[in-house]
């Protein structure tokens, strides 16, 4: 079975300094694995997602991940933060491998505050 | 913009009313996953469309209940409606081709209380 951890329910940065949320994972098989972010009040949109092909992982607005197969981490960064990358993230496992049904297991979720 | 929209944003129901809640899929796509969102919690995956049928559910109990169209538009129906119902229910919608299926794209959501 598939599960997702995230460390952290708040993680509080000042603006322009380094963004690290943690995802840790367990799977039985290859993970599939997802960092979405999430707007108050809106729903969720992708940031990006591993697929087993390159560990490091380029997503949206300049957000990036890798994949460490060892620790079972997917941790998400973010060299500078902006004002703007308040929200909430959501890291997902999926279960979608060797064409088996798909959907998507989530963390709790991190609180992103950046302060200016 | 994804493409996935949901309606109604809101709705208030008393408990034991029954809800219907409606979702169109991204053009191309031919899978919907609905989702409910309790406030402070992660999504949970309550059932899968693929092709009108159900195609995988999630631990929830039979009052909750799906339809995907011909078009692939999909609706979520919860019957007998108990105040921990009160969330955010997220619509997915996804390729499901060749048995892979891809990256799931969400709606904005309906937000439904029940007093």
């Known amino acids: 079975a598939q599960s997702v951890t995230q460390l952290g329910s708040h993680v509080s940065v000042s603006e322009g300094a380094l963004v690290l949320l943690r995802c840790n994972y367990s799977?039985?098989?290859?993970?599939?694995l997802f960092w979405y972010v999430q707007y108050p009040n809106q729903g969720l949109q992708l940031l990006l997602k591993?697929?087993?092909?390159?560990?490091l992982v380029k997503g949206i607005n300049g957000f990036e991940a890798e994949f460490k197969k060892s620790e079972t981490s997917f941790h998400l960064t973010k060299p500078s933060a902006h004002m703007s990358d308040a929200a909430e993230y959501f890291c997902?496992?999926?279960?979608?491998?060797?064409?088996?049904?798909?959907?998507?297991?989530f963390g709790k979720g991190t609180k992103l505050s950046v302060k200016p | 913009e994804t493409g996935v929209t949901q309606s109604p944003t809101h709705l208030i129901k008393t408990r034991g009313q029954q809800v219907t809640l409606r979702c169109s899929s991204q053009?191309?796509?031919?899978?919907v996953s609905w989702y409910q969102q309790a406030l402070g919690q992660g999504p949970q995956f309550i059932f899968q469309?693929?092709?009108?049928?159900?195609?995988g559910r999630g631990n929830f109990p039979p009052r909750f209940s799906g339809l995907q169209f011909p078009n692939y538009s999909s609706e979520l129906n919860v019957n007998a409606l108990e105040l921990d119902d009160s969330a955010l229910y997220l619509c997915?919608?996804?390729?499901?081709?060749?048995?892979?299926?891809?990256?799931?794209?969400f709606g904005p959501g309906t937000r439904l209380l029940v007093l």
């Open positions: 997915a919608s996804s390729l499901w081709l060749r048995g892979y299926q891809e990256t799931q794209y």
């Open positions: 799977s039985s098989v290859p993970p599939y």
């Open positions: 591993y697929t087993s092909a390159a560990t």
């Open positions: 997902a496992v999926s279960t979608n491998y060797g064409g088996s049904q798909g959907n998507l297991i």
């Open positions: 053009s191309g796509h031919n899978t």
């Open positions: 469309y693929y092709r009108e049928e159900e195609n």
